[in-house]
């Protein structure tokens, strides 16, 4: 995939944030092309200012931002790039939102609260966007929240390659962490050909507001336990399922999950937990003081590229995951 050009007036033009440049980068370099110089300032009161620094008339331009921490600093730098291009007239925008954000707010589960994930989607609309693009949704009903075309992409080949090549002399049983992930362990059951298990969580009558007890449906014993997850945030509940399954007879722990977001405490729990290994991608950066041992990180650079290569070309991205051509 390189030196993409249309015969039509529309070219294609890559622009990154601040929050992860050198993912943005390496979907460049997949791709041929060079990112499109930009200026972006934080003034001292935390306003921030985007300029590019080239003509970007007619163009389909793609906007590449992760959202870590502090999240809504970066999903703003990311809708004032969109707004720019629609004022300098870019023919299409497409955001691309490797994370999410707010990703987790997609219902409403007591009265008077927001469905962020919407309004995120709403924020794109308003500033520009034609096309959303993402991967590894929290919840699949975020697609219909953006009135315009959506890219869902999946990080369950690239995570589920490793796996295999790693793991696939061992008997695997794939582990859902809660009732929430089963779907999403089904996907990798398909995927392994693997027998799924489930934890569930449920409270101890005598222990007052505490979650003391997980149930492990299914045979671990004497396995190589895959926990899936599609986020690791504080990395809790995953570190005590990892304890469930080991209980359990567990001979080996590994967890697979697309989102590193390994806020607060994360490094120290995934270093004393019981995994062997916790394989993410690189889908947020991880900050370099997070020293994590266990952690392995996979590049979806090459997935991001493809997609933006066939949404461009007017192909299908529904190819990349069902082996048509």
């Known amino acids: 995939m390189t030196g993409l050009k249309k015969n039509r007036e529309s070219h294609l033009m890559l622009f990154s944030g601040r929050a992860h440049p050198a993912l943005a980068e390496e979907v460049a370099s997949l791709l041929g092309v060079e990112l499109t110089p930009t200026k972006a300032v934080t003034y001292a009161n935390s306003e921030i200012y985007v300029r590019f620094e080239e003509s970007v ?14 999240v809504n600093e970066w999903l703003m730098e990311q809708l004032i790039m969109v707004d720019a291009l629609k004022r300098a007239s870019a023919d299409r925008i497409t955001v691309v939102v490797p994370f999410y954000p707010y990703a987790r707010q997609d219902k409403k589960h007591l009265g008077r609260e927001p469905i962020s994930a919407r309004l995120i989607a709403d924020l794109y609309a308003a500033a520009g966007a034609h096309r959303l693009m993402s991967v590894d949704l929290h919840a699949a009903q975020i697609q219909g929240f953006f009135d315009g075309p959506v890219d869902h992409l999946w990080a369950l080949p690239v995570l589920s390659d490793y796996v295999v090549d790693k793991y696939g002399d061992e008997e695997i049983v794939v582990v859902s962490p809660d009732a929430g992930r089963v779907r999403l362990a089904d996907l990798w059951t398909d995927r392994l050909d693997a027998p799924l298990a489930i934890i569930h969580k449920r409270r101890d009558p005598n222990l007052a507001n505490q979650v003391a007890v997980h149930e492990v449906v299914g045979d671990v014993d004497g396995k190589v336990c895959l926990l899936i997850d599609d986020m690791i945030d504080t990395a809790g509940t995953i570190c005590q399922a990892a304890e469930a399954l080991k209980a359990h007879g567990a001979a080996k722990v590994i967890a697979a999950t697309t989102h590193p977001i390994l806020s ?11 995994f062997e290994e916790v394989i993410v991608t690189n889908s947020l950066p991880i900050a370099e003081d ?9 590049s979806i650079a090459p997935l ?8 461009f070309e007017d192909g299908s991205v529904t190819s990349l995951f069902n082996g048509q051509s």
């Open 57 to 70: 008339r007619g163009c389909h331009a793609f906007v590449i931002q992760s959202h870590p921490a502090p």
């Open 264 to 274: 607060g405490p994360a490094a120290q729990r995934l270093n004393d937990s019981a």
């Open 290 to 298: 997070l020293q994590i041992d266990k952690l392995t990180v996979l």
């Open 304 to 311: 991001i590229a493809r997609a933006i290569h066939e949404v």
